[in-house]
């Protein structure tokens, strides 16, 4: 096995990433999935938008395109249409993929391109400042919601069904094993595949709704979830406990896996047909 | 090898497009200028380019910058709401240098306007539409057959100077049909691309005049491609004399190429003491215009701005010192007037010939106006 931090731009470090903050595990554990999957690096292209999350592109020695906010997808997928050889891989962020970017997401899915999207969530906008996120619970804390939110929450995965993404899996952060291998089986699935990682804030998430730092966040969410089996079996998800930082009624696992046509472009008509 | 056509002008950018080796169109419908991506959708396959209907035109203008840094020449083409929608990307193809082409075929506004009437109303968002201090290519065709012709520079641009390019017209051109030649053997530039050790490449190193190499994704040059200021590896910076250094660039490689990039018609300028500033689909009621006063014994001449950004800030500047007089008239309630006015500095009057009602402006008013040395500024 490959030593992962030969993935790494090294020049590039020290990080963005606060102490505490899950996104990194989430990226070590990417990076295992890219090795195990004997990646070429130079026809992996990563693609993100803007926030925590989407700032790991910068760290990681492929072809990375940091974009706009939101519009990750619809990079995405002007890459791979006009170079299908490339693996292209999509971070996003709760916010980035399901506020701003909802739309472009949504349609990816629809057309079930073969694009792979890790959503990192962590239930809030970190790197603006905390404020609340379509993904914060509701009750929980955000610098915009200081009485505590009052809006219902995403379920991204039950949105991604809904598009018609053929994949979909749910993972935590708090179980890197099970994330490396929901990432190269999600890499592997021919068309869109969409991974929601439940990740953590505890620089503001934490402290607003005092759930601890890091690890205390972690454990806690690995602990709520240890009755997690067999993610990769098809359908074979529990549901998750509802807690105060993820959703109620999440559940974990890969929840959706079909086959159905890749979305490649228009195809061509005949002079015949025209 | 050409071929004589008779051709709508939003046939003729596509054909242009596919002539300047255009293999990648994303777009979203909207009139006046869905008939771009219909023709696109018919030719594009056939050279083994590919077509997409986005979900909206923020996501075209994304996916036209994805192709392009895939190695595709790419295109999308909008009108002024979606021309709106586009601002964030030009912004971020600009700021990455992502050579591309946006169409803006200009209909009533602001915001939905009047869809199907034409309009010189956006030629101050082409060249300040997006946030930030920023440099602009934007050509204006006057006729079908230049449509063709601008657009295959429009990409030639694009690729020269690794930024978007903006080819702007109206309704009237848009759905007119005129013969057209349709050369197939045009002249096509493509960016440069590295000759370098991938492991010692940096994007953003700029040779002697400014604009870097660009390979593309999977080439086996592993790079990074950000919106933020970046530095000449291509990484995020805050450093001050990185960001003025990138920002001053991208500004120089157009600036100092202002005359390549410039294109500006004149018509019977020689002896005249009057003259009409027009582009676009003015231009030619002005030309016309000019003739007519000329057999009336008026010395009237036109300029006609080709590419309409960089402003010929110069050649506008000659006209004024030369004339006593200088009418402006755009489709719009004033916009391109105010750079007349900056170039010719008090050399001549600037009077301006001004409408944003939906309606063409005819010859026969701009010879009322040339006849009577005034125009009717609102």
Known sequence: MTDVKSYLRDWTMPHVLCPGCAHGIVLRAFLEAVDQLSLDRDKLAMVAGIGCSSRLVGYVDFCTLHGTHGRAPAFATGLKLARPELDVVVVTGDGDGLAIGGNHLIHAARRNIDITVLLLNNSIYGMTGGQAAPTTPEGAVASTTPAGNTEPSFDACKLLIGAGASYVARVLAATPIEMTKVMADGMSHRGFSFIEVISDCPEYYGRYNNVGGGAEMLTWLARRDAGVAGPLSNKSFVNHVPSSATPAGMMTGVLQREVRPVFAGVRRIEPDES | MSETR?????????????????????????????????????????????????????????????????????????????????????????????????????????????????????????????????????????????????????????????????????????????????????????????????????????????????????????????????????????????????????????????????????????????????????????????????????????????????????????????????????????????????????????????????????????????????????
């Open chain 2, 6 to 378: 008779l051709v709508q002008g939003n046939e003729a950018c596509a054909r242009g497009a596919l002539a300047a080796g255009c293999r990648f169109y994303a777009g979203y419908p909207i009139t006046p200028s869905s008939e771009i991506a219909e023709h696109m959708v018919r030719f594009l396959p056939g050279v083994d380019g590919v077509f997409v209907q986005m979900e909206d035109e923020i996501a075209s203008l994304a996916a036209v910058i994805g192709a392009s840094l895939a190695g595709s020449k790419a295109m999308t083409a909008t009108s002024g709401p979606g021309f709106s929608l586009m601002q964030e990307h030009i912004g971020f193809a600009t700021m990455a240098e992502v050579p591309c082409v946006v169409v803006d075929v200009m209909r009533g506004g602001p915001s939905t306007g009047l869809p199907t009437s034409p309009s010189q109303g956006d030629v101050m968002q082409a060249r300040w539409g997006t946030h930030g201090d920023h440099p602009a290519i934007v050509l204006a065709p006057s006729s079908v057959g230049e449509v063709f012709d601008l657009t295959i520079r429009a990409f030639n641009l694009a690729e020269r100077f690794r930024t978007p390019v903006i080819l702007i017209y109206d309704e009237i051109i848009g759905h007119t049909r005129e013969s057209v030649v349709l050369s197939e053997s045009v002249e096509v530039e493509s960016r440069l691309s590295p000759n370098g050790d991938p492991a010692t490449f940096w994007p953003k190193l700029a040779p002697d005049d400014d604009v870097p190499p660009l390979p593309a994704f999977g080439d086996g040059y592993r790079f990074h491609v950000t919106g933020l200021t970046h530095d000449e590896r291509g990484f995020p910076t805050t450093d001050s004399d990185e960001a003025g250094a990138l920002i001053t660039r991208i500004h120089r490689k157009v600036e100092v190429h202002r005359e390549e990039i410039s294109e500006v018609e004149t018509f019977m300028l020689d002896d005249a003491d009057i003259a009409i500033f027009a582009y676009g689909i003015v231009g030619r009621s002005a030309r016309e215009a000019v003739q007519r006063a000329r057999s009336a014994g008026v010395k009237a001449g036109l300029i006609r701005p080709v590419t309409l950004w960089p402003f010929p800030y110069a050649s506008v500047a000659e006209v004024a010192s030369q004339v006593d007089t200088l009418i402006v008239s755009e489709m719009n309630l004033g916009q391109l007037i105010g750079e007349v006015e900056r170039a010719a500095a008090g050399r001549a009057e600037i009077v301006g010939h001004l409408r944003a009602d939906g309606e063409p402006i005819t010859p026969t008013e701009l010879l009322d106006v040339a006849m009577s040395g005034g125009g009717s500024r609102p």
